[in-house]
T-cell receptor, first 111, second 113 residues
Framework: QKEVEQNSGPLSVPEGAIASLNCTYS??????FFWYRQYSGKSPELIMS????GDKEDGRFTAQLNKASQYVSLLIRDSQPSDSATYLC???????????FGAGTRLTVKP | EAGVAQSPRYKIIEKRQSVAFWCNPI?????LYWYQQILGQGPKLLIQ????????DSQLPKDRFSAERLKGVDSTLKIQPAKLEDSAVYLC???????????FGDGTRLSIL
């Protein structure tokens, strides 16, 4: 089992729709979770961090964490073409206290 | 606040040559990371420093890769000798500590001929 797993996509949604991105992780003791956005040819940039079970909202973005299910997701409301990018899930692993990234999900928002 | 600085932005070398990358983290950030990102994949952690100590280098190919952060601030990553499969973007990131969000530099795109 990979330490952090994401569907590679591509995920395509129409403009204005909700995009749902999912991530599972293997280390049950992990405490810190992050979503990054990476445009083609650019470096990852932080969108959200979440540390507690439940939802965390920031503008059009909502991160959801369920530690019992070892699952973290990112919802993007009112998707815009500018949201088209690869979304990376990152988890701080408790066993060795370092960061592991998923392979990323490529999102395309069609006008 | 100045971001993470990396140099060079691009590097082209022939296989079996050596190359070095430099990173200056955000001021005050104790944790520094080097990642390798191959096209179409997520970043792969090569080495993580906490101040000038190594936290994790389990995925660093130690026969050819080395990294140091002698004074706990800037860091260098070296590859010697380079192989074709080392072609990738090398990303440096820093954070206040290991549980905090990371901030990435622009990366170095390495091409091996």
């Amino acid at each position: 089992q990979k330490e952090v797993e994401q569907n590679s996509g591509p995920l395509s949604v129409p403009e204005g729709a909700i995009a749902s991105l999912n991530c599972t992780y293997s280390d049950r003791g992990s405490q810190s979770f992050f979503w990054y956005r990476q445009y083609s040819g650019k470096s990852p940039e932080l969108i959200m961090s979440i540390y507690s079970n439940g939802d965390k909202e920031d503008g059009r973005f909502t991160a959801q964490l369920n530690k019992a299910s070892q699952y973290v997701s990112l919802l993007i409301r009112d998707s815009q073409p500018s949201d088209s990018a690869t979304y990376l899930c990152a988890v701080n692993m408790e066993n060795n206290n370092d960061m592991r990234f998923g392979a990323g999900t490529r999102l395309t928002v069609k006008p | 606040e100045a971001g993470v600085a990396q140099s060079p932005r691009y590097k082209i070398i022939e296989k079996r040559q050596s190359v070095a990358f430099w990173c200056n983290p955000i001021s005050g950030h104790a944790t520094l990371y080097w990642y390798q990102q191959i096209l179409g994949q997520g970043p792969k952690l090569l080495i993580q420093f906490q101040n000038n100590g190594v936290v994790d280098d389990s995925q660093l190919p130690k026969d050819r890769f080395s990294a140091e952060r002698l004074k706990g601030v800037d860091s260098t990553l070296k590859i010697q000798p380079a192989k074709l499969e080392d072609s990738a973007v090398y990303l440096c990131a820093s954070s206040k500590n290991s549980n905090q969000p990371q901030h990435f530099g622009d990366g170095t795109r390495l091409s091996i001929l």
